[in-house]
């Protein structure tokens, strides 16, 4: 009889394939139908599931955040460069000026001041350390590949004349690998101290100059070898059209880890790699296949993450929330990228409402999870607690607020947008 002592056992992991296969089957077939009132988007969906799960008088199983940021960080790894992967494919001209003209200065202006204001309203309203500080504004800069696609531009060889979704879709591919020299900045002060004499030097030559040549470099030369390998092929047998997307699953990883195991930033590899595929061949119809594969993938990861997400919170994530912690996520939602966005943008031919657009829409979601996690697991940061609060708390108001509203406003400010 004691070959059947654990019959009808329940095993957690059992029970969180149940989960997932539920998850997944949601993203993939009920959420979208739940969804078409365009009111309710699929992120909110999740995390209300999430939450409506855990709360029953069950004990779950979930490891904490705080001391064990590993889940997260994989978790968030793997659907980050999913997301770019989509987001690189969607650009009908990665290498044009015209992608870029907009794009550029919020990479260069509105990014730098978020860090900076952001880490001064942690300090001045949280009492934060100056590093723990600085890792919230690094770690908020960067807007989401992964929540953000009611604002991105249209998939590959649909005309999209909208200059808001485009500079959109080609800032969030960029920042979010550019967001790794502030958060290793951050990590450096909490590792050495504030004296730059002892990281300033490194951190310029290493963290900025090396990873990120070494991310654009490695990504270009990936995407380039795939497609030539790929596209080479189809022009002597139709082969290509009969394949599912799995490619996707090659010129997302083989970059990322290439470029990962040189200590380069693998998510530019990722968006990079993505963007010269798309310049080979772009009216191949293989690229429409990748793309909605990719697509895919990304709603699937956004689904699990979200109601991870729901989860937490329905177990008391949120239990140390204060006045000062919501007014620093208010501000920071609904102030500092919207004012860091208007600064970056005069002497542009965009118009004062799509500047608003795209100042306000700089969507705040699951790779700031990731940051928030890959540095806690590098450096000793204190008040941890107080930042996993916070960055929850901005990616629910972001999800809600901005999940809500953009698709109506995109499309009643673009009405020339072909969908």
């Known amino acids: 009889m004691d070959n059947y002592s654990h019959f009808l056992e329940i095993e957690p992991y059992d029970v969180s394939l149940l989960f997932i296969g539920i998850i997944v089957l949601a993203a993939i077939v009920i959420i979208p139908w739940l969804s078409t009132k365009r009111f309710i988007t699929p992120p909110i969906l999740f995390m209300a599931g999430g939450i409506l799960v855990f709360l029953l008088p069950v004990e779950w199983p979930l490891p904490s955040l705080v001391n064990e940021p590993w889940l997260p960080e994989r978790l968030t790894e793997i659907g980050v460069i999913i997301a770019l992967t989509s987001v690189g494919l ?49 770690i908020i800069a960067p807007t989401d590949p992964v929540l953000a696609a009611s604002v991105q531009t249209t998939k590959p060889n649909a005309e999209d004349r909208s200059p808001a979704r485009i500079a959109l879709t ?34 310029l030559i290493i963290d ?34 009969n394949m599912t997307g799995m490619v996707v699953l090659a010129l997302t990883f083989l970059p990322y880890s290439i470029t990962e195991l040189v200590s380069g930033y693998g998510f530019i590899a990722v968006f990079i790699s993505a963007c010269m595929f798309r310049q080979q061949e772009a009216q191949h119809q293989y690229q429409d296949i990748l793309h909605d594969f990719a697509v895919e993938l990304e709603q699937v990861f956004i689904a699990v993450i979200m109601f991870l997400i729901g989860a937490y919170i329905a177990i008391g994530l949120l239990s140390i929330i204060t006045i000062p912690i919501v007014l620093t996520a208010l501000l920071t939602v609904f102030v500092v990228r919207t004012l860091t966005g208007i600064i970056a943008l005069p002497g542009t031919s965009i118009s004062w409402l799509r500047r608003w657009i795209i100042s306000f829409y700089g969507i705040r979601g699951i790779g700031s999870l990731y940051y928030l996690a890959y540095a806690l697991e590098r450096g000793n940061f204190e008040q941890t607690d107080i930042l996993w609060v916070l960055v929850v708390l901005i990616i629910m108001i972001s999800v809600v607020v901005h999940g809500i509203t953009a698709p109506y406003v995109m499309d009643k400010s673009e009405p020339d947008i072909i969908p």
């Open 170 to 203: 080609s800032e969030a591919g960029m920042n979010d690998g550019l967001a790794f020299p502030f958060t290793n900045l951050a990590i450096a002060v909490a590792v050495f101290g504030l004296s730059p004499d002892e990281w300033l030097l490194n951190w």
């Open 208 to 241: 900025v100059v090396y990873k990120i040549a070494a991310g654009l470099i490695l990504g270009a030369v990936s995407g380039w070898l795939i497609a030539f390998l790929l596209f080479t092929i189809s022009k002597k047998k139709q082969s290509l059209l």
């Open 90 to 138: 969607k650009i009908n001209d990665p290498f044009s000026w015209k992608t870029w003209k907009v794009s550029w200065r919020l990479l260069v202006i509105t990014m730098p001041l978020t860090v900076i204001i952001s880490a001064f309203a942690g300090w001045w309203l949280l009492g934060l350390v100056p590093a723990t500080a600085l890792l919230f504004g690094a």
